[in-house]
């Protein structure tokens, strides 16, 4: 069998992740993970939190890599992964109650931002939210690490791909009918934001610091 695959990035962030994850995501939820890559948070996080379902997927090619990490893992709340694409994406999936994305709105074409959001809101059940980890411009780059990331991205994996202005994308997000739930700012000049649904939001917004060291 090949190696596992395995990100330095995934290995930092983990932690910081799934620790904020504790109050947005509650006990007996089914969570399907958007862009799964090696598969790291799903083990990490499955492994803590054995109250609920955590459903990892991504595209075909990077299946392999992926259920290397599910399978040597072996939890019962992590199951084999889905081979979801956006641009081929199932007519008919179960509704979860979250929907989480980490690093992906950023790798993917602008104009795919919205095929991602679509997709993501199909799979959600009516009272469920969608979760977003990564980096989001307020005004500007936050860091020069951002801004270098941003060049990056540009350059080797998408001419349309960078980081997104938060509050374009809050407003993307509006338009899909979702309104901002929770905003964490994390590690590294990252963010995790938490959207529901604008008819069954019934409380704040709440903006919290995180602060792991």
């Not at 596992?4 to 007996?28: D, T, W, Y």
């Not at 979801?84 to 989480?100: A, C, G, H, R, S």
Request: charged share 20%; aromatic share 8%.
């Amino acid at each position: 069998m090949l190696d596992k695959p395995f990100s330095s990035a995934c290995e930092r962030n983990q932690g910081p992740i799934e620790h904020v994850l504790q109050s947005l995501i509650m006990a007996g939820e089914r969570v399907l993970e958007v862009g799964s890559g090696t598969g790291q948070h799903g083990v990490y996080i499955a492994a803590r939190r054995p109250d609920l379902i955590w459903q990892t997927s991504d595209r075909g090619e990077r299946l392999q890599g992926l259920r290397q990490w599910v399978i040597e893992a072996g939890f019962s709340n992590l199951p084999a992964p889905l081979e979801l694409d956006l641009t081929d994406w199932p007519e008919i999936l179960e509704k979860f109650n979250t929907v989480f994305a980490a690093n992906v709105v950023h790798y993917i074409p602008r104009p795919l931002v919205s095929r991602l959001i679509q997709v993501m809101s199909n799979s959600a059940r009516s009272d469920g939210q969608l979760i977003f980890y990564g980096p989001f411009n307020e005004q500007g780059f936050t860091s020069a690490g951002n801004a270098a990331l941003d060049v990056w991205l540009k350059r080797d994996v998408a001419p349309d791909a960078g980081i997104w202005e938060q509050d374009d994308f809050l407003g993307l997000l509006l338009g899909f009918g979702w309104s901002l739930h929770a905003h964490h700012s994390m590690p590294s000049n990252n963010r995790i934001l938490s959207f529901r649904r604008d008819d069954v939001l019934g409380e704040e917004t709440h903006s919290h610091q995180v602060d792991l060291g």
